[in-house]
């Protein structure tokens, strides 16, 4: 019997609806992987269609011209198996709810020129960004089990693996001596880690090898980082792959020790595997820290959204502030420093050192750089309201103003060059709505729209251990959104964790109080999130890096009367802060009365 | 054994989040029907928390206090049976993937200052904009039962009813001779006549009369209408509640056929009833008419959206066409003429007669107006830009900045006078991508987002005849879109047809074609909508009236190389047009090369 198969992986770059290209690419693997004369080459999850499709899949001319292409990568197939990623069409399947689904995503087995058979994901992940039960209807086969010259093989998809008694036990308890799982698995902090942890307890509880293959590329909001892995059926690590870049991996994987196999199989071929070879060897990428890995996620998504949809340069509001700092690095890293304009548009109250840190900036990245200042517009804004309004503008109307006509120059710039408008607002600023709607969050893309501001930071240092680019006068400034609003918000460094811990762990008030932060603080900015959520629904997509990110991870009601947090909330406003500001207005947004105001009082109308 | 029924049914306008206030109402409706000799009163779904609930149902303290507040309700219930809908904890219940839910949708039975038990939802819709399947578990009694004095009932909730051989089935089968169904069944043009037929087919099934209640108001982007049902066991219509108000009824529901008991029942109480009662008389509301529940639609959702986040004012810009027109008119309607200020921003190519036209609609409205020349603004913008471009600027930037200019000074009024900044747009727009992001869609709410234009017309046709509030001329104005893109795009009767088949129906370009469309006038439609989808990822909420809004109901990828219409989109093109403006810019919004350019060529890096 055979002891080891010798599998590659291709860590494949697809596009979500590019089914021509990704065939090409698929293709193009397994030419390599047939010149490495591997048994098996294992692409990821969907590789033919890209992922997540979201409504996509309901399109019925979609589903016909991705099964068109896979049948033609069949008759393209050679003497290899090759495991392809795809959707398929299976007889419709009933959820908990009363619509069929008739599509299952797929991992098609290809070999001598035909379609073996497809393994069909049995577990659909419907949770945080992920839905995948919407649209797909789960296997009926989690068993399958696929006879490749002289070794059984399972293959399960992604979420299948995670159960911990799913697919791969059943698999494995069926005969499989070798679990293949294609994957798309997109990046937050705490991925990495979770995903070797994975691959190794599957190896353990089943005494298999398993080769975990995951893609690569930014898609809207996710960026899927690679990092495949290759462990033994002794969890030890044969191989990683390098995060945020394509790879090609050939290994001589040992299998796990024999077995009867009781489970249902399919014969993709049965040559026995004669020819010596030349042991294949692959040597695993380095693990990168969790800082470095969120730079090349925030690089990598910020490319591929400006490239897939067809543009090559951007331009961006470089103010002398740090998150347009950080920004402006990420764009000249994504798509060269000569594609990214960087235009600094100075108020008449616009410190000198701030204007002078922005060309600094764009001197030491190499971008360009252009001067608009906003003066003549504001006053004409402010002269065509003086005719209508005679009231005295209330706090943080002033403030808005500013940013609404940064982002009509921005956009206006944009549009006439061609350049992709890049918004620079971080996640602090989202979370307790401190950012003007249509002002500083308004572009086709916020880079940074998943770091809380203490993480910029971070990246700033990281960055300028490659080459000094951000001014330390940059990094040394305060933060500023204590001072234009009306409230007295702590300092980052206590904010940041306290919002982390509410929205990632989903920790109450109580247990945040236990964890030693005042309880009225707490109040006032757990109250604050939960009143900025009309914010963030009409913000660019932007790299999800945390565990949750906004929107998809989290929806919140906009039109939500719980507010078990307001009580103590008024701690927060600054003393002489006017009393309560209208709701939706920029004036309220991080204010006093917040959105959610009363209910409907008394008897509704009608009864 | 009894042959009757008194029922009670609350059609309630419930908000989300105000649990207290809820209850308050539930209350109120509890007195009411015991004063009216109710055996049973129904609430509609989730009445106690509203519906829906997004992630806040994954928050701690809101379940905790949810279930607090029915406690206490079921203290203060009485000597009749009251069926409250709510949510409950119940052991973890693994959905199609690796994640435990342990909350359900349920529906409360009090009686005697007791919880008698509770009904937990079995299905679970997961499609268009329901995605209850991501935080909920299932129920896993089906078939329970209620004995309420001498008769049986059974309990379903929504989706439960819809599928033909599920709840109400194994119910009436195990020996429930009624149907009581709490529903939070939101608007669309098609639901009202479904849920009549849902009702008749569901009592024709199982021999048993069905009480079909359901909820009113506006939650962000879905309208609940009401029409709550009572259906005989002969398909007789018992009681049909009005559309878009509340509600209270009582009604005599003559018992299905007496049937052995066999499926689990539990007791609620089994006083007999003895005192006469007079007959329970109640008259149906009359049914209105499509156009008619748009209006009422569009009305209540946006009166919801406005009150509820605690406002009670708007502003929206007027301009003398169709859109702001009616806008304008459902604002008045919503919120009262003297709360509604209109300001008209023209530029110095406005015609004369639309500006006299936007007055003259104020005046027969009664809202307040104001006049905010956009030139000065403009102009000191082209200033600005002037020292940096020296490019022509491209067809369609003009435009942009015209409305970008609009909506800064609308926000500015917006956050001075503290009125919530309605947006004016229309479906048809959002489709094909003509409006400007930031632009005509900016503000906090968009009331005709998922009205198309040829529906806006109607809709201003239907308004004139209670009040001629919208003059003839803006009627006759031909739609302007033609005049401004680049495209030489058909009238909106034709267009409006073939965006609602692609969307809503989801047919092919084949079948469209074979439907009589010009083919190669499809194929450059069906590519504009599908290239738009990034501009409707940042707009405002809007009220939900046709089966498929855009958002929720049908979400694509931004990110989308799929362009199977491509081929002949250059025939919409007018002659001595520019070629090809580059993407994300709004030259290009609805223009020759369209978003999704080029997918990554040649092989990707790294590889």
Same mark, same amino acid.
């Given at each position: ?32 992987? !047939? !010149? ?87 577990? =659909?992940?419907?949770?945080? @960004? ?19 010259? #002289? ?17 791969? #036990? ?22 990495? =880690? ?8 599957? @190896?353990?509880?089943?005494?298999? $090898? ?85 730079? #090349? ?87 065509? =309201? ?88 940059? %990094? ?27 929205? #990632?762990?989903?920790?109450?008030? !109580?247990? %945040? ?5 005042? /309880? ?53 406003? /600054? ?16 204010? @006093? ?10 008897? $509704?109308?009608?009864?």
């Amino acid at each position: 019997m055979a002891r080891v198969m010798r599998v590659a992986g291709i860590q494949l770059e697809n596009v979500v609806g590019d089914i021509a290209g990704n065939a090409r690419r698929i293709l193009d693997g397994m030419r390599w992987a !047939e !010149e490495h004369e591997a048994d098996v080459v294992v692409f990821p999850e969907l590789a033919l269609t890209g992922y997540p499709l979201a409504d996509l899949v309901l399109r019925e001319e979609f589903v016909e011209a991705t099964l068109a292409q896979l049948r033609r990568l069949a008759r393209d197939s050679g003497r290899m198996t090759a495991v392809v990623g795809t959707i398929d069409r299976v007889p419709p399947r009933r959820s908990w709810d009363t619509r069929d689904r008739d599509i299952a995503i797929g991992a098609a087995v290809l070999c001598d020129g035909e379609l073996r058979g497809i393994y069909h994901k049995t577990l =659909l992940p419907n949770y945080e @960004a992920f839905n995948e039960a919407r649209n797909f209807a789960p296997g009926s086969k989690p068993g399958a089990l696929w006879r490749i010259g #002289e070794a059984v093989a399972g293959i399960s998809i992604c979420e299948d693996s995670w159960s911990g008694d799913g697919p791969p #036990e059943a698999q494995a308890g069926g005969g499989a001596r070798i679990l293949l799982m294609p994957n798309a698995s997109p990046f937050h902090l705490e991925k990495p =880690l979770g995903r070797r942890e994975l691959a190794a307890s599957v @190896a353990r509880r089943n005494g298999t $090898p398993v080769v975990y293959l995951n893609c690569v590329g930014g898609q809207d909001e996710l960026v899927f980082d690679g990092g495949s892995l290759v462990i033994g059926a002794d969890e030890r690590l044969l191989y990683r792959a390098p995060q945020f870049r394509t790879d090609r991996f050939c290994v001589d994987v040992p299998l796990g020790s024999d077995r009867a196999v009781t489970g249902p199989i399919t014969t993709v071929h049965t040559r026995p595997r004669v020819a010596p070879r030349t042991p294949a060897v692959a040597e695993s990428a380095l693990q990168l820290s969790a800082d470095e890995q969120v730079w #090349e996620a925030l690089v990598l998504g910020t490319r591929d959204f400006v490239r897939k949809n067809g543009a090559s340069t951007a331009v961006l509001g470089v103010s002398g502030g740090i998150d347009s700092a950080v920004t402006a690095a990420v764009a000249a890293d994504a798509l060269g420093a000569d594609m990214v304009l960087g235009v600094t548009m100075p108020g008449p109250d616009s410190p000198a050192d701030e204007l002078e840190d922005a060309h600094e900036l764009a001197r030491a990245l190499g971008i360009g750089m252009s001067v608009i200042p906003i003066e003549g517009v504001t006053a004409s804004v402010e002269r065509s =309201l003086g005719r209508l309004l005679e009231e005295e503008a209330m706090p943080g109307t002033r403030e808005a103003l500013d940013a609404r006509t940064r982002a009509t120059l921005l956009l206006a710039v944009a549009d006439r060059l061609g350049h992709v408008p890049l918004a620079t607002g971080n996640k602090s600023e989202l979370s307790i709505g401190s950012a003007a709607l249509f002002g500083d969050m308004a572009g086709a893309f916020a880079p940074l729209k998943d770091c809380p501001k203490t993480l910029v930071y971070r990246l700033a240092r990281l960055r300028n251990t490659r080459a000094l680019v951000i001014p330390e006068r940059v %990094l040394d400034r305060p933060a500023s959104v204590q001072e234009h609003e009306m409230h007295t918000l702590p300092d980052f460094e206590v904010l940041d964790p306290i919002v982390q811990r509410y929205l #990632e762990r989903g920790e109450t008030l !109580e247990k %945040l109080v236990a964890a030693g932060f005042d /309880a009225a603080l707490v109040r006032g900015v757990l109250q604050l999130v939960d009143d900025a959520e009309y914010k963030r629904r009409q913000t660019p997509p932007g790299v999800k890096v945390t565990t949750r990110a906004f929107s998809q991870d989290l929806s919140m009601p906009i039109t939500n009367a719980w507010r078990p947090f307001q009580a103590d909330e008024a701690e927060l406003i /600054a003393p002489g802060a006017e009393p309560g500001p209208p709701p939706w207005t920029e004036a309220s947004a991080a204010g @006093a009365e917040g959105l959610a105001g009363p209910a409907l009082s008394g008897p $509704p109308a009608g009864q």
